[in-house]
């Protein structure tokens, strides 16, 4: 809970009593590689917060895998259409690697949110977050050459190219994994 705990100090004004008040609603929990935080069909109920590891968010279009996001250490996972809205996911979301994160329902969180005001800054700085990461990706896949697409995930998300297997990486760019070594034997 330390790398939370920072993340909270450095990125809020939460005071050290309330940062207790919201580590206790929280449950450590710990994946296997290639085990599923969520599924496709199931209604989302939680909201997570990586302490070690990394996960995939990814559909099924067409029978075929199409990777969506990957989340790192201090990254949060939850699919918010389904958890706000209550329908089913149409996102499944796993584990990489062996990962242990920080497990919250939705019932606490709001519970939460009525007892420190701040909680309602962190959701709405993640939903800033997530709704600005939506439509820079967005537009990237639909403006942006693959290999410009790549450069940018080399910027922003090096530790990807290390941890994420290399078919994952073409889906995520929205290219055929042979197309993606043709880009990497050019740089």
């Given at each position: 809970?330390?790398?939370?705990?920072?993340?909270?100090?450095?990125?809020?004004?939460?005071?050290?009593?309330?940062?207790?008040?919201?580590?206790?609603?929280?449950?450590?929990?710990?994946?296997?590689?290639?085990?599923?935080?969520?599924?496709?069909?199931?209604?989302?109920?939680?909201?997570?917060?990586?302490?070690?590891?990394?996960?995939?968010?990814?559909?099924?279009?067409?029978?075929?895998?199409?990777?969506?996001?990957?989340?790192?250490?201090?990254?949060?996972?939850?699919?918010?259409?389904?958890?706000?809205?209550?329908?089913?996911?149409?996102?499944?979301?796993?584990?990489?690697?062996?990962?242990?994160?920080?497990?919250?329902?939705?019932?606490?969180?709001?519970?939460?949110?009525?007892?420190?005001?701040?909680?309602?800054?962190?959701?709405?700085?993640?939903?800033?977050?997530?709704?600005?990461?939506?439509?820079?990706?967005?537009?990237?896949?639909?403006?942006?050459?693959?290999?410009e697409r790549y450069e940018i995930l080399l910027k922003e998300k090096p530790?990807?190219?290390?941890?994420?297997?290399?078919?994952?990486?073409?889906?995520?760019?929205?290219?055929?994994?042979?197309?993606?070594?043709?880009?990497?034997?050019?740089?």
């Amino acid at each position: 809970m330390n790398s939370f705990k920072s993340y909270l100090q450095n990125n809020f004004t939460f005071t050290a009593e309330e940062i207790k008040e919201l580590l206790i609603c929280f449950t450590l929990k710990g994946y296997k590689k290639k085990e599923h935080f969520l599924k496709a069909g199931q209604y989302c109920k939680n909201v997570a917060f990586i302490e070690k590891g990394c996960f995939l968010y990814y559909e099924i279009i067409d029978g075929e895998e199409k990777v969506c996001d990957f989340a790192f250490e201090n990254d949060w996972i939850t699919q918010y259409n389904s958890l706000l809205n209550n329908v089913p996911s149409t996102v499944n979301i796993y584990a990489i690697e062996d990962s242990k994160i920080l497990v919250m329902d939705l019932p606490k969180l709001e519970k939460l949110t009525v007892s420190i005001a701040k909680i309602g800054i962190l959701r709405a700085k993640l939903a800033e977050q997530y709704f600005t990461e939506s439509t820079k990706r967005a537009s990237q896949l639909a403006n942006l050459k693959a290999e410009e697409r790549y450069e940018i995930l080399l910027k922003e998300k090096p530790e990807a190219l290390q941890r994420i297997p290399q078919y994952h990486i073409a889906s995520y760019l929205g290219i055929k994994p042979q197309s993606l070594s043709r880009i990497r034997s050019k740089n």
